[in-house]
């Protein structure tokens, strides 16, 4: 079965995609919108889902199989059922009129924002305070949002907004897929630590958005909300095991190169700091494997929640091992080591606060995981229009 | 050596859990510290009748034929209830040496014993410094009749209990094991003094003791043997861990202090989510190191480091953090939790210690440079 799907994919794939020169055959550019459109005509977008849904009905092991053949090749346009948040998010809570409406738009196109955090609401993020208000079948949309990646490119946002200033904090919340391209819509990027910016602050200054565009229920935002939510940290944790494949299979791991160019394994201190760094690395990747065993096998695991706390301790803690193997050197931005050393140091931040900080996950393990009882929260059951803010 | 499903895995250790549960729970523990020889030998007869001394000897010999799979599986359940009694050296290490020997006649009998319940091995693996990696510190001379054994061996577990002890010795500069029969040797008069009280701990000075060797048996079956006793020393300390961790969590739900259940408050809560982390990260290489040596992978021995400091120390870390969690009530003798953490320091230091693991954990991914 596996077999005659791998070699079908490949077929399909030497058929269509040029993997010299990174593109559709018989194309002289790779052209993002007519390749995505026959991938996912194809089916190999969204293999698991079904065939009305532009899928294949597949399993989840058939999927890696044409996921696999697009990788090797390079071709892109692969897992978009595990990865396309905007996408996942319609398939599961949107209505069948939403989704003939959206769905393929959002699979050939490139990216769908994420217009979550605000000023006023990061950790607590059913504070948001952006305003959608009702106006004949349309909302009129005002607020700002913050910590948006890809805003600039993004044709979709997925929006989080306060539609009822007189529910309590989770209730009067409505969830929508909203139109990035129009009047109303100011990006403005964000200078970060790292020196990057692959974040935005979006200003939204009474921008419109369908009322058919409402994921799930209007007022109940909050519970679409958290299937989306669980999608993007089930991502996080798929992305950490994709990320860590260069460790395993008898490579050696990059901080151990670094320590043996520098003659780091000849001191017996960071000999045990560098072992421990690369036994919480391979733990965490061998947690991952069983989270993905226990996942195929009882469709759930609780130890993808884990993945993320790991995952900055295996950061924070590299970034800290490989400056003390450069040494003072490390002050000094002119080799590519410490430039390395010292942007992961600001970078592990990224996991330890970004897609919710591992404080609130903590909070998110003990409750759900563990069954202790859940932190209170004085402006859970009032008005939201009472709730002090600052 | 038989294959055993998950499931066959699962029924033995339920059936250890049942003995020990009704045999080895707290209470019966604390009296059992209370003896000179820490041992329950009825509690060992039982588990000789379900087979789990035979637990790795071959079916030829009466035994059961498990691979260390299961007995990494059972020492989980051995933790559970810190059970003390000579398992991994008796029912681990000793068979799979004895088992080596191409001296099947001489070694026959012994695994039969072992199986039936009859005989108890020890093994003297080391001198002062507690590491097995280290030279022996016993040497062996071959005399007219046989080989006779001069030198202290320490750390050893359980040796007034034990019939026979194999003792890892220098032969001509290379490592050989030997086995003594304890009938035949005055033993140390008592145990020494250990902070861990489940634990029965001695030395042994040999001096001109006449011994068997075991023939055939070498650097790489001694080098095994270590591995087998880390791992089923980390399935020990995942049982252990685990265990102190339930309680703990148990408490967290039904303490209560300002008029709510302590677990409510985000300074316990975020020291249980990181200790979840810790068990986790110990549950799964214990068992992947047993699988990776089970099936003779490229990398059992990488892993069985791995699996030994991270065990080793996240059952200290959590144990530690146990007694922390817990307030006033874990700091009195009454309450279980530094029996854990007091078993859980033992580990840290049994066959090699932690830090030793990880430095040689090191050394395996060097090799990958």
Redesign the interface.
Known sequence: MSEDLKSKVEGWLDAHWDSINNRQVGTAIYDAKTWLAKVVDAGYATPTWPVKWHGLGLSSKEARVIENAFQTRGAKGWGRDRYHLGAITIFKLGSDALKTELLYELLTGPICCLLYSEPGAGSDLAGVRTRAVKDGDEFVVTGQKVWTSNAVEAEYGMLLTRTDMDAAKHQGITFFIFPMKQAGVEVRPINQITGESEFNEVFITEARVSERFIIGEYNQGWKSFQTAIASERLIMGQGITARLGGAAA????AL??LA?KHGA?QD?VL??D???A??YR???A??ML?AKEEMMKNGASS?SS?GK??MS?IQHGEARISAKILGPQVLFNETEDALNANFDGAKAYMNSIGGGTD?I???I???R????????DVSRDIPFKDIKSG | MLEFSGEERQAICDTFDRVLSDNANEEALRKLIETESGFDNSLWQKMAELGLTGLMVDPDYDGIGANIQEAEALMEVAGKYLYSGPFISSCVVAPVLLQASSNLSMVGPHLKNIASGNSIFAIAGCGQSGDWTEPPTVNAIQNADGWELSGSAHFITHALTASHCLVIANEGGERAVFLVDMHDYSVPAKYQSTDDKTLRLSNITFNGTQALRLEDVGEQQIAGALHLALIALAGEQVGGMRAMFEITIQYLNTRFQFGEPIGRFQALKHMAADLLVDVESASTVARIAAQAMASGSGDSVLLTYLAAFTCADNFRKVTADAIQLHGGIAYTMEHPAHLYWRRAQTGQWLYASSDKCRDLYLLEMEAKL
């Open positions: 008898g490579k050696a791991p151990l190169q043996h394994l017996p000999r045990q560098i072992a421990q690369l036994a391979q733990l965490n061998l947690n069983r130890l884990l706390l790991a301790r404080q996950q903590r909070n393990i003990a409750e995981v563990l069954g202790l009882p859940k932190s209170m």
